[in-house]
């Protein structure tokens, strides 16, 4: 399966960049992470004490962006920053203090040669957390089974858009097929079965040669529709992608019933018990890191766009992209409290309906998941913290 999480490329000529003022972050810097915290003090959350690893490797499932927030969100002052190997490390912090322990923080996407997340958690041993999609957790479950025990995203911010003067009556993706539309998206997406096995998308209309680039929405003149993120493409085709430069409409494919949890943080299964102390511990700090860098995104804003400057993928990232995504996330509910008044946790009966929905998808396709698998299996929701939550 072809990752959705997989982000538009804007190609040269099409953008109209943004200049950012960078940070005194460098990758230039000798500092080693060990010498940085040499000098740190424990604070109250001591997670060495819980057994957590003295590095905490993250893998993230794309260049740096404010849906990571939460985990830059970890990284204290003048982080240490692998240009080459796009990866930034140094303290992992909790409420300004010291944790006891490092965290590094990796990027994915073009970082690891568009793999998923999940086979890169089974290639190196060394990730402790990584980010993968329900409906990854569910088709992989055979050979590289995980466990979701975060969940950053409440609402995925996938989305199907369009061109609001070609189609002005269409408030949802079946309105736009309906006048028909095709819709382009990446081959191989679950999601895209889901929909037209659903009656929403006919079969002759979706076209799986999306390659995340905006030339081809731009060529049809507004006639087809197209796969994105409701987190950034609409700010981007409005107001970087020159050849195009208006509004898009869309509709999020939560909306349509596939309701997977986007960028899950997951362990590989087997190795849940023996690393569950240091969850207890990890998670809410996770939890309250996402509290904080909602609570004042800016500073970690900063840090993701001297990354992206830094790592160099050719991929592009704007301030006006940043605050956007951030704004978006909030307006768009794609963040918020789980069905409590917790932020992170799963909703027991949501992932039931969508294990029951996506397994049968899944053997159509040749990739069943493994023998017996329940929806128990693929996540959990016992290292939350009920006290944690946006307020």
Known sequence: ?????????????????????????????????????????????????AGCPADVVIQTDWNPESEHGHLYQLLGENPTIDAQNKSVSGPLMAGGEYTGVNVEIRSGGPAIGFQTVTSQMYTDPDILLGYATTDETIQLSADMPTTA?????????????????????????????????????????????????????????ADGSYDGTPASFIAAGGKDAQQGFASAEPYIYENEVADWMKPVAYQLIHDTGYEAYQSSMVVRTGDLEANSECLKALVPV?????????????????????????????????????????KTMIDKELVGNGPDDAIGNFDDERMATFFDTVSPIFAGLGTPPADGLTVNDIYTNEFIDTSIGLK
Request: charged share 15%; aromatic share 8%.
């Open 1 to 49: 399966m072809r990752s959705t999480r997989t982000r538009i490329i804007l190609a040269a000529g099409l953008v109209a960049t943004t200049a950012v003022a960078l940070t005194a972050c460098s990758s230039g810097s000798s500092t080693d992470d060990s010498t940085a915290a040499a000098g740190l003090t424990v604070g109250s959350i001591d997670l060495a004490a």
């Open 149 to 205: 025990v975060f969940a950053p995203l409440d609402k995925s911010p996938l989305m199907i858009m369009w061109d609001p003067e070609t189609y002005p009556d269409a408030k949802t993706i079946s309105d736009v097929v309906g006048a028909g539309a095709v819709v382009r998206y990446f081959g191989g997406s679950a999601y895209m079965e889901y929909l037209t096995n659903a009656g929403i998308i006919p079969p002759a209309q």
């Open 286 to 326: 996770l939890q309250q890191a996402e509290v904080d860098y909602f609570a004042d995104p800016a500073p970690v804003n900063t840090l993701i766009l001297d990354l992206v400057s830094q790592f160099d993928t050719g991929w592009v990232y704007s301030q006006g992209v940043a605050d956007y995504s951030v």
